[in-house]
């Protein structure tokens, strides 16, 4: 009976961490208002699926694009509170060869584990050499850690599976105002915010044409209070300085026609437009 139990802690002690690379986001559903993402128009071509799991719990999850090496969105519940931010950026190794673990982890530590270079780990995701020496633009979170509660949900954002090359003044000035002031404005009286965070692939690359710069960061929320539904979003052009509200219906309008592939959802019909 020790055995078994011994065995019993190992296993939970290898389970802590995860990140998990899976065919749908059946297993992280939570995130979704009524379990339902948005539709596949914003699919890319060579999509990952990734429920983001840090020390033993799930906390957002990310529809990855492996070929321009950026996400198309994350999805989380608005859950704000206290927490340190990462000193240490992770990547997916599971990205890199499906038999790893699903521990997120450094480049350093995969490094050695394995015996694998940099470029190995880049191949279908962004790494850390990829936004060194950048010209305006930094790393944008599309899940915030603002928005978490807590160190461990904290850290689980700083993944570059999350991160887009975002123009800095940008991030810095009007989206870090929605981020903080005006969210926290709009989800007085929710009960529980799902919020959807996404970009716009656009025509620039940066590190030798490796991770693509969106045209458009925009953000979507569906709100439930003790009275019923409301919703709020906001777009942004990836090349100055400002913030446009708008409603669900027209986020969801004009993302239609940046993507060009059909008409977008990004919540189900509870959530209103």
Request: with cysteine; proline share 6%; glycine share 6%.
């Amino acid at each position: 009976m020790l055995w078994l139990l011994l065995l019993q802690v190992f296993a939970s002690c290898l389970w802590l961490g995860h990140s998990e690379v899976v065919t749908s986001f059946a297993s992280c559903s939570q995130f979704f208002h009524a379990g339902t993402p948005p539709n596949n128009v914003l699919e890319p071509q060579n999509p990952a699926w990734i429920c983001q799991r840090y020390s033993n719990a799930y906390h957002f999850a990310t529809l990855y694009n492996k070929d321009k090496r950026i996400p198309a969105y994350s999805a989380y519940i608005y859950q704000p509170g206290p927490g340190a931010r990462s000193k240490s950026w992770f990547v997916e190794p599971q990205l890199i060869n499906p038999t790893y673990p699903k521990n997120m982890d450094t480049e350093y530590s995969l490094q050695k584990k394995y015996k694998i270079t940099p470029q190995q780990i880049g191949q279908s995701q962004a790494i850390n050499q990829d936004y060194n020496n950048l010209k305006d633009l930094n790393r944008g979170h599309l899940s915030p850690s603002c928005h978490r509660n807590g160190n461990n949900s904290k850290w689980s954002t700083f993944t570059l599976t999350n991160i887009v090359p975002q123009n800095s003044t940008l991030n810095q000035g009007t989206w870090n105002d929605y981020e903080t002031t005006t969210m926290a404005l709009q989800t007085q009286g929710c009960n529980i915010t799902y919020v959807i965070v996404g970009a716009v692939p656009g025509n620039t690359y940066i590190s030798s044409r490796r991770v693509n710069v969106p045209s458009h960061i925009w953000s979507a929320a569906c709100c439930q209070t003790n009275t019923g539904m409301k919703t709020w979003a906001v777009i942004a052009e990836n090349n100055r300085d400002q913030v446009q509200n708008l409603t669900l219906a027209e986020l969801e309008t004009s993302l239609t026609q940046l993507y060009g592939k059909g008409k977008v959802s990004l919540f189900d019909s509870a959530c209103p437009r």
